[in-house]
């Protein structure tokens, strides 16, 4: 293969493959890379096989962030306490703005053999961290595609996802065939940038090793392109932004930009479980 030449490569100034706990991938996370790469703050790649018997994401709670779901494989029965229910098919997306406090489900369909796919945690903007949650659940036919990038969240190529995320994030699903190329163009103002690969591998401008399959790389922060070519073809998530201006105050389900933000979506989604017990709906 040609070798990729970039003027001003952008340098890879981290690689990782996360840690495991079962099928589950944690590759970012709030309290190490995520506070350099915030407002992405957290990513988990998953992948279920089913006839061992997990069950999927029973309720659970988020405030302060929003949660962004990419289910690669299989079918997934959601709901939420916005009201919100239904099914996700393989392909769609679901977006939770937790703000000021939420829990939510999602569980696999009998039909469902394998469930795979990526999780996202947003830090938002001081404005939305305690607004309402808002939820949008999305069948594949309704993400707009520019070029080989599946526009996840926000703008890319003249190309504008339905899901009403905060101005300045793009979250791109990219497929590559084999030595297939493309250039990256970061939109104006986007110095945070990095890449996760759920499969194949990938050489980037610049970087004698390519990445492979389970790898996270954060680049440098700058506004400069970002060349890539697949070895074999190659599937990956990409996300760009500018920087998030606040600290973290983080909580096990939460992350806000203050203590006393934290404080308060904590109580929320406190009360919010306590109406869900007494509906029988969690454990006492």
Request: charged share 20%; no cysteine.
């Amino acid at each position: 293969m040609n070798a990729i030449t970039l003027a001003q490569p952008r340098a890879v100034v981290h690689r990782t493959r996360g840690n495991a706990h079962g099928p589950i991938t944690r590759l970012l996370s709030p309290g190490r890379l995520g506070r350099k790469l915030k407002p992405f703050v957290f990513l988990d790649w998953f992948d279920l096989d089913l006839s061992g018997g997990h069950q999927g994401f029973g309720l659970h709670p988020h405030s302060g962030i929003a949660t962004f779901t990419w289910l690669i494989e299989g079918e997934a029965a959601y709901e939420d306490t916005t009201g919100a229910r239904g099914v996700l098919p393989a392909g769609g997306v679901e977006w939770m703005r937790a703000g000021k406090g939420v829990w939510h489900a999602s569980e696999p369909t009998p039909a469902s053999r394998r469930m795979a796919g990526f999780q996202l945690w947003l830090a938002l903007p001081a404005e939305l961290e305690l607004a309402p949650a808002e939820s949008v659940y999305l069948a594949p036919e309704r993400i707009p595609q520019a070029g080989p990038a599946k526009v996840l969240l926000g703008e890319y190529g003249g190309e504008k996802s339905p899901v009403p995320s905060p101005a300045g994030i793009s979250y791109l699903a990219v497929s590559l065939k084999d030595g297939e190329r493309w250039t990256f163009e970061p939109p104006a103002g986007h110095e945070v940038a990095w890449t996760a690969l759920n499969a194949g591998a990938l050489r980037v401008a610049g970087e004698a090793a390519p990445l492979t399959a389970g790898e996270l790389a954060a680049f440098a922060e700058s506004g400069e392109p970002i060349e890539f070519i697949a070895d074999g073809d190659a599937a990956f998530v990409l996300g760009s932004s500018p920087r998030h201006p606040h600290e973290l105050a983080t909580g096990y389900y939460s992350v806000h930009t203050s203590p006393e933000a934290l404080a308060a979506g904590e109580a929320e989604i406190a009360r919010i479980g306590e109406r869900l017990r007494e509906l029988g709906r969690l454990q006492a």
